[in-house]
């Protein structure tokens, strides 16, 4: 009998940020871009579909360069099919309102530079950097 073996590990090769912050995710967009002269833009909202058929959708904002992409994804869903009373895109980060990831960096970044920074301004209440490596539904984020 031929036996086939799934191996669910992934490259992860972003960093992520926690953000929690009450204001509106296009005020937080503006509010990133003059912190890190950036130019996140609102994109077509995710839609994501498990492999158990339950579909949601999430708010998304990106940035894209050469060396660097950023992406800006709302943590509460705004629509969910399914979702046995799920809220978040990760639950176990539910105290977060944002995640902040920073992929394919080319030049090294200072994750403590960017939690100073994003700590630093008044509209942001918390941030944080996330080990990504913990989180069990980290494959919903390989966007």
Not at 3 to 30: H, M, P, Q, R, T
Not at 67 to 85: A, Q, S, V
Request: aromatic share 16%; charged share 25%; hydrophobic share 45%.
């Amino acid at each position: 009998m031929i036996k086939n073996y799934f191996d669910d590990i992934y490259d992860i090769n972003y960093d992520l940020f926690g953000i929690v912050s009450n204001i509106k995710e296009y005020k937080l967009a503006w509010i990133l871009n003059k912190i890190f002269f950036i130019d996140l833009v609102k994109i077509d909202d995710l839609i994501i579909k498990k492999h158990n058929r339950k579909v949601f959708q999430i708010s998304n904002y990106l940035y894209q360069s050469d060396e660097f992409t950023i992406r800006l994804l709302k943590n509460k869903l705004i629509y969910k099919m399914d979702l046995n009373n799920e809220k978040f895109l990760i639950q176990k980060l539910s105290k977060f309102d944002y995640l902040f990831q920073i992929y394919n960096s080319s030049t090294s970044f200072n994750r403590k530079e960017i939690i100073n920074k994003l700590n630093s301004e008044s509209s942001i209440q918390f941030a944080n950097f996330v080990n990504i490596n913990l989180i069990k539904e980290k494959d919903l984020l390989l966007l």
